[in-house]
């Protein structure tokens, strides 16, 4: 995930050395005529403010190049907050204030765009500081969402033009909904691809639940809860018991982030339900009983 980035002190030393060429006195003396390198400067990344670039985990003031959202771009700044002490070097993995930030990132993007992020074709990312910003008292961190092709395997980002705020307060295309399955039968669920609900599909988005804190799933036993937890918010959104026979009703797909995103707080699982047997039209939100009933065969 780090990416090597042009240090600050390396391009502002290139600049003077360009820039300083012809100006001394002719004198022979390299040593009294270039002016002095400017210290580094700490600075604060703007909120609502869009990059063209890729994300990228650590910031220098030299790729820092802010641009209107009306722009086509691949990032937006939807907050930016402080560290809470003061260390070394930039925090960084699954550090305590790292945690802290990603958990203060997930509720202001959330407020952000009018729901939970996830809810939409979106990534939530944490930025900090490059070493020598670190260095020279920049002490922030940058909450960044960018649009995604899908939010399953091999999803990438999206230039789009137009600001993230209140994206997911209507039914935006960026909305998670309705789904058809690939794979399935057998072989399980492989893939969701995003349909209209007007035609004929076999899945629908229902909502995420919120794990609690423990070890990233590995065995089919830490799946468990997380199922347990999707059959859940499934129940809420289509109006029906959470009980023993909600699992004869519809069959459920959960995806959580992945393991790197889990160690630093994303405890967010998108829940889907799963119509093994047969296909609707139309959201089953709210469809009660009737519309999910209990299987019998």
Do not use: N
Not at 34 to 43: G, R
């Amino acid at each position: 995930m780090r990416r090597s980035m042009t240090v600050l002190s390396a391009v502002a030393t290139a600049a003077v050395l360009l820039g300083g060429c012809g100006t001394g006195d002719g004198d022979g003396d390299l040593t009294d005529d270039w002016p002095a390198l400017p210290p580094a400067a700490a600075f604060t990344p703007a909120v609502g403010m869009c990059q063209a670039a890729d994300f990228t985990d650590v910031v220098t003031l030299a790729a820092y190049q802010p641009i209107d959202c009306a722009e086509p771009h691949r990032v937006e700044t939807v907050h930016v907050g402080t560290f809470p002490v003061a260390s070394p070097t930039p925090p960084s993995g699954s550090s305590a204030d790292m945690r802290g930030a990603f958990a203060d990132c997930d509720t202001r993007a959330s407020g952000y765009v009018g729901d939970d992020w996830r809810a939409g074709r979106l990534r939530l990312s944490v930025a900090v500081p490059s070493g020598v910003g670190w260095a020279a008292g920049s002490r922030w961190y940058r909450c960044d969402l960018s649009e995604l092709t899908t939010v399953e395997a091999a999803a990438t980002v999206v230039t789009r033009t137009g600001s993230l705020r209140d994206a997911l307060k209507g039914p935006y295309p960026l909305r998670l909904g309705c789904q058809q399955a690939r794979g399935g039968k057998g072989a399980g669920v492989q893939g969701l691809v995003p349909v209209d609900c007007v035609t004929r599909h076999d899945a629908e988005f229902v909502g995420v639940w919120r794990a609690p804190e423990g070890a990233y799933p590995t065995r089919q036993a830490d799946w468990l809860p997380l199922y347990a937890g999707c059959r859940s918010v499934l129940g809420r959104f289509v109006g029906v018991p959470d009980d023993a026979e909600l699992r004869f009703r519809s069959g459920v797909v959960v995806r959580p982030p992945g393991e790197g995103r889990w160690r630093v707080g994303d405890r967010g699982v998108r829940c889907y339900l799963w119509l093994s047997h047969r296909t609707v039209t139309g959201s089953l939100r709210g469809a009660g009983p009737a519309g999910l009933p209990v299987r019998t065969s």
